[in-house]
C-alpha cells in the first residue's frame, strides 16, 4: 500500500474510532482533555508506525492500546499508579507485558463506554447548547471551526463554551459511565434532547442564509444511530431515530432551486428518500415493540410516517394527524405542540377550526416572537379567504424570522395576498 493510501486509511480508522477511544480513555483517566491528548498521540503513532508495518488487523485495538500504555507511562512519571490502578483495572502492576495481551484486552466490547461518554456529554448541568457543542467534538469529532460553522457562531465561543462544560464537569466529579435507574432516565431525555436539537437546526436553521444544513442533520442521524445500536432496549432512542430519518427523508425536495422553502403540501414527494423512509418506519415499529407507541418521540414520528405514507398530498390523513396531536399534547404539552395541532385542525377541520385553536395560544410568551405562529395565522386566514388579514400576519411573521430565506419567502405570501 503506498504512504498516501496509508495515511488516508489511518485518517479514515481515526474518524470511525475517535470516539470510542475518547470513552473508554476518559473512564481510565477521568478527564476529557487528557483523553483527547491520549487519543491524539495514538494517531501520531499511527502515522509513525503503519507506513512501515502496514495497518493492523485490529487498527481500533491498536489505537486504544497504544493511548492506553501512554496514559501509563504518564501515571508512572506522575508517582500516581498505586492512586491508579483500581480505577484502570487492567493488573497495572504487569505493565510491561506484551503489547498483544493488551490488543487483545481492547477488543472487549465498549459500547458501554461509548454510551457513557454520551451521557457524560449531554449531562443536565451543563446548558443545552454546550451540550450539543461538546457532543459534536466528543462523540461526533467536529472540528470547533465546524461546530460553529454549524451553529452560526464564533470559533472562540464554541471554544469557551466547550471549555467551560468540560471544566464544569471536572469540577462535578462526574463519572464516564452509564447512570443507573432513575438517574439514567433523566439523563437520557437530555442525551435525545440534544441530539434532536442538532438535527433540528440543520433541518430548520433558525438563522443565516441557508434554509436547511443536511450535513447537521446527517450528524445527529448518526448520533442517533450509534445510541440505538449500544441501548437496543429503549423505545424513545428508536422513536427519536425514526422521527430523524423520515424528517431527513424529505430534505432533498423542502427547498427550491434559489433556496426559497417548499411547503409541505407542495413537495415532490418523487424526491423524498424511500430508504430513509423505510428506516424510519423500521425503527417506529422497534420502537412500538419495546412498549414505546405513546412516547414523545414515537408519537412525533407516527405524525412524520402519515406524511411519508400518503403518495400524494390530497391523501393525507390529516384527521388521523389531528388525533396524534391530541396525544401528543396529552404526554408533552407545549406551545409549539400546540400550534402544530392548530395547523393539523386547520387541515382536517377547516380555517376556522385553525384560527380558534390559534386564538387559546395567542398570548403564551413562549410563542411572542415566534415566527412560526403568525406564519401558521396568515395561512389559516388565507385559506379563509381573509387576504388583508393574512398579509399583515406574513408581514408579522417576516418580521421575526432571523432566516434569510424564511423572510424572504414570507414576504413573497405577504406580497401575493395584495392581488
Not at 496514559?71 to 508512572?76: E, H, S, W
Not at 438563522?207 to 450535513?215: N, Q, S, T, Y
Not at 408533552?332 to 393539523?344: I, T
Request: glycine share 6%; aromatic share 4%.
Amino acid at each position: 500500500m503506498a504512504a498516501s493510501e496509508t495515511h488516508q486509511a489511518i485518517e479514515t480508522v481515526f474518524r470511525i474510532e475517535r470516539a470510542r477511544l475518547i470513552a473508554g480513555l476518559a473512564r481510565m483517566v477521568r478527564e476529557v482533555d487528557r483523553a483527547e491528548e491520549l487519543a491524539q498521540d495514538a494517531l501520531v503513532a499511527a502515522l509513525a508506525e503503519w507506513p512501515k508495518s502496514g495497518v493492523p488487523e485490529k487498527p481500533g485495538a491498536w489505537l486504544m492500546a497504544t493511548a492506553k500504555r501512554r496514559a501509563i507511562d504518564g501515571f508512572r512519571r506522575a508517582k500516581m499508579l498505586e492512586r491508579k490502578h483500581a480505577e484502570i483495572g487492567h493488573g497495572l502492576s504487569e505493565v510491561d507485558d506484551s503489547a498483544a495481551r493488551i490488543e487483545g484486552a481492547m477488543d472487549d466490547e465498549i459500547g458501554d463506554e461509548l454510551l457513557g461518554l454520551m451521557f457524560t456529554a449531554c449531562h443536565p448541568l451543563l446548558s443545552r447548547d454546550a451540550r450539543a457543542a461538546l457532543t459534536l467534538r466528543l462523540i461526533g469529532g467536529l472540528s470547533t471551526e465546524e461546530i460553529a460553522r454549524a451553529f452560526l457562531t464564533s470559533e472562540p465561543t464554541i471554544a469557551q463554551r466547550i471549555v467551560r462544560a468540560k471544566k464544569t464537569l471536572s469540577k462535578a466529579v462526574i463519572a464516564f459511565e452509564i447512570p443507573r435507574g432513575t438517574e439514567r432516565e433523566a439523563r437520557l431525555v437530555s442525551v435525545l434532547e440534544v441530539i434532536y436539537l442538532i438535527f433540528n437546526e440543520g433541518y430548520a436553521a433558525t438563522a443565516g442564509e441557508d434554509l436547511i444544513r443536511p450535513a447537521l442533520c446527517t450528524e445527529a442521524q448518526r448520533l442517533g444511530r450509534i445510541l440505538a445500536g449500544i441501548a437496543p432496549d429503549e423505545p424513545e432512542v428508536f422513536g427519536l431515530l425514526a422521527l430523524m430519518e423520515i424528517q431527513a427523508s424529505r430534505l432533498a425536495a423542502r427547498a427550491a432551486p434559489d433556496g426559497s422553502p417548499i411547503l409541505l403540501t407542495e413537495q415532490n414527494r418523487a424526491r423524498w428518500d424511500q430508504l430513509l423512509i423505510r428506516r424510519g418506519l423500521a425503527a417506529l415499529d422497534r420502537a412500538g415493540a419495546l412498549g414505546g407507541a405513546n412516547g414523545p418521540y414515537a408519537l412525533q414520528a407516527a405524525l412524520a410516517a402519515c406524511h411519508a405514507r400518503a403518495r400524494k398530498a390530497e391523501d393525507t390523513d390529516w384527521k388521523h394527524i389531528a388525533g396524534l396531536y391530541d396525544n401528543l399534547r396529552e404526554v408533552m404539552p407545549s406551545p409549539v405542540v400546540d400550534l402544530n395541532r392548530a395547523v393539523a385542525y386547520c387541515m382536517a377541520h377547516g380555517p376556522e377550526a385553525g384560527l380558534a385553536l390559534l386564538d387559546l395560544i395567542e398570548n403564551e410568551p413562549a410563542l411572542r416572537n415566534y415566527a412560526p405562529l403568525p406564519a401558521a395565522r396568515g395561512d389559516f386566514l388565507l385559506r379563509a379567504g381573509r387576504k388583508a388579514e393574512a398579509r399583515v400576519a406574513f408581514e408579522r411573521a417576516a418580521s421575526l424570522t432571523r432566516n434569510e430565506r424564511e423572510r424572504d419567502f414570507l414576504r413573497s405570501r405577504a406580497a401575493a395576498c395584495i392581488a
